[in-house]
C-alpha cells in the first residue's frame, strides 16, 4: 500500500482528518461494512501517521458504533441496525408473546421536485428531483406502518428502473445492492400528529385521528445525507418504556 496525503481541511486535527479519510473510504464502497480493514502497519505506512494517531482516529469510530474490533481477527466495519429502531417504541406480539416484526412493502415509485422540508432535509436545492417511496408495513396482513420515504435521485436513480412490487423486505441492503449507497448512521424524532388523507388511507385509520410519528434522516458514513423518511403507526399500539438508573 502506497503512503498517500490527506486532501483535507488542515485546520482540523491530523487524526479527525485521518477519521474522515477513512469514513469516505467506506461512502466510496473502498471499505465494505463486514469486513476487516487494513492493519495498523499497512495504514501507518499509507497515510504516514503515528501508531498513537491512527488510532486514536479508529477509537473514534469504534464508540461512534461505526467500527468494532475483533481479538485477534482486526477491526471490521460495523454495519448498523436499523430495523430495530421502530421497535424501540413499537410492540408486536404473537398470541405467544413473541416478538413479531412486519414486512415492508413499497406501494409506489415516483420521481418529482422535492417540497421543501424534504430538500432542507436531504441538502438539497429546493425543487431538486427526489424519488418518493410509499411505503407500508405488515403483520399478518394488518397494516402497522404506514412510511413516506425520500430519496435524493442522482444516487439513487436505478431505483427508478425497479416496479415497487420487487423492492426487497429490508430497504437499506436494497440501497447498497441496487445504488451502492451505504447508510452508516441515522437520526431519528418522535412526535405525535393527526392523521393526514393520506395516512389515514395508508394505515386504516380515521383522519384526524393521533398517530405517532418517527421522521429519521439517514446518512452515509461520510454524513452525507441519504434518506429522509416518516414512519407513522396506530397510537393505540404505542408503548413507550424506558429504564433511568
Known sequence: M??????????????????DDMLAKIAAGEWTPGRAIPTETELTKHYGVAVGTL???????????????????????????????LFRFFRQLDEKGERRIPEGRVLARESLPAPANVAAALDLE?????????????????RIYYEEIWLPAAPFAALME????????????????????LVGSADETLTIVKAS?????????????????????????????????????DAETFRYRVTIA
Open 162 to 181: 425497479v416496479e415497487p412490487a420487487d423492492f426487497g423486505n429490508l430497504l437499506y441492503p436494497f440501497y447498497e445492492s441496487h445504488c451502492g449507497q
Open 197 to 233: 388523507s393520506a395516512t389515514a388511507e395508508g394505515l386504516g385509520v380515521p383522519e384526524g385521528e393521533a398517530v405517532v410519528q418517527i421522521e429519521r434522516l439517514a446518512l452515509g458514513y461520510d454524513g452525507t445525507p441519504l434518506e429522509y423518511r416518516r414512519s407513522r403507526g
Open 55 to 85: 488510532r486514536k482516529a479508529v477509537d473514534t469510530l469504534v464508540q461512534n458504533g461505526l467500527m468494532e474490533r475483533s481479538q485477534g481477527r482486526g477491526t471490521f466495519i460495523r454495519r448498523p441496525n436499523f430495523e430495530g429502531s
Open 126 to 142: 429546493e425543487e431538486s428531483e427526489a424519488i418518493r417511496l410509499e411505503r407500508v408495513r405488515e403483520l399478518d396482513g394488518k
Open 2 to 19: 502506497e503512503r498517500t496525503g490527506l486532501k483535507m481541511d488542515t485546520r482540523l486535527p491530523l487524526y479527525q482528518r485521518l477519521r
